[in-house]
C-alpha cells in the first residue's frame, strides 16, 4: 500500500512563494499581501487590504494584546500592521518560505520570524492572540480521506488552543470549497500552482473545532475574493513582458495569468468560498 502523502512540506510551499519577491511586486499591493482583500467601502487595493488586515487584528483585540502569534505570516503585512498598534507587543511570525522569512526579518527586526511549521512550534508563554490568513489550504491534500483531513484541522485546532490563554481570540482565514461541481478543484491547481495542498470543506472545519474551539463569527465573503483576483489578474496582464524577464520563464507567468482568473470564476459562482472566522477556546476541563 502507498503511504498517503502528508501535507505541505517546505519544498512545496518554497514552489510556489519563493518565485521571487520581484515578481509579485509586479501584480500585488505594495506591502505584499496575498490573500483576500476587504472590500468594504473602499476601492483601491491597498486600501481593500489594509483593511482585511485591521479585520483580523481587531478581531483578536491587538491593542491590548502582549504575545501575537501569526501563523503563515507571509511577508509580514499583518504583522507590521500589528506592530503600529501594539508597539511592545511580542510578535512571532512562522513561515515554511526562505524569502519569505528573510523579508520579514528585515522590515521586522523587533520580531520573531521562524522558518517553521505549527507543528514543531512550541509557545513557552500563551499567546493573547493568533492569527491565521491562508495557510490552513496547506495542511491537507486531496488524496486524504475526509476522516483524515478532519483530524488534520483539528490537531491544529488543538495546537491553537493549547498555545492561547483562556481570554485568548483566534482569526482565521482560507479559502474552501462551495458549490463546486466535480467536488475538487481542477488537477491544473495542484501540479502547477499549489503541490500538495487542498482547500477545506467548511463542514471539516466545524467537526475539526468542535470541542477545542467554538466559532463565535463566521463570513463567506467569497465576492471580495473573486474582486481581488480579477485585480491581480488584471496587473499581472498589463506588466506580463516585464514578469516573463523577472522570472526568465513565460511557462510560469501564463500559468499564474490562468490560475488567478480560474480563481475569480470560482469565487464569482459560488464554487468557491472564502471564509473569516473567529474562535476563541472552549472552558478547559
Not at 511549521?117 to 493573547?128: I, V
Request: net charge negative; aromatic share 10%.
Amino acid at each position: 500500500m502507498t503511504p498517503l502523502a502528508g501535507p505541505a512540506t517546505q519544498r512545496d510551499i518554497e514552489f510556489h512563494y519563493d518565485v521571487g519577491d520581484d515578481f509579485y511586486r509586479l501584480w500585488l499591493d505594495p506591502d505584499l499581501n496575498y490573500s483576500a482583500a476587504l472590500w468594504d467601502g473602499v476601492d483601491d487595493l491597498e486600501s481593500a487590504q489594509q483593511q482585511k488586515n485591521a479585520f483580523h487584528l481587531e478581531a483578536v483585540n491587538t491593542r491590548i494584546a502582549k504575545r501575537i502569534l501569526d501563523v503563515g505570516c507571509g511577508w509580514g503585512a499583518l504583522l507590521r500592521s500589528a506592530r503600529a498598534l501594539s508597539p511592545d507587543a511580542q510578535l512571532v511570525g512562522l513561515t515554511l518560505s526562505a524569502t519569505q522569512r528573510e523579508h520579514c526579518a528585515q522590515l521586522l527586526p523587533d520580531s520573531q520570524i521562524l522558518l517553521e511549521s505549527w507543528e514543531n512550534h512550541s509557545a513557552s508563554t500563551p499567546y493573547d492572540a493568533i492569527i491565521s490568513v491562508g495557510a490552513i489550504e496547506h495542511f491537507a491534500n486531496s488524496r486524504m480521506t475526509r476522516g483524515e483531513r478532519i483530524r488534520r484541522y483539528a490537531s491544529f485546532f488543538r495546537f491553537c488552543r493549547d498555545s492561547m490563554s483562556p481570554a485568548s481570540r483566534m482569526s482565521l482565514q482560507t479559502i474552501a470549497y462551495g458549490d463546486l461541481p466535480q467536488g475538487r478543484l481542477d488537477s491544473f491547481i495542484y501540479e502547477s500552482i499549489f503541490p500538495n495542498s487542498d482547500l477545506p470543506f467548511l463542514e471539516e472545519l466545524v467537526a475539526a473545532a468542535h470541542g477545542t474551539l467554538e466559532i463565535v463569527s463566521l463570513r463567506n465573503d467569497r465576492l471580495d475574493y473573486a474582486r481581488t483576483c480579477s485585480i491581480w489578474a488584471e496587473r499581472l496582464i498589463r506588466c506580463i513582458e516585464e514578469a516573463v524577464a523577472v522570472t526568465e520563464n513565460p511557462d510560469l507567468v501564463r500559468d499564474y495569468v490562468r490560475y488567478l482568473k480560474m480563481s475569480a470564476k470560482g469565487f464569482n459562482t459560488g464554487a468557491l468560498a472564502l471564509y473569516r472566522l473567529i474562535l476563541v477556546p472552549y472552558p478547559r476541563p
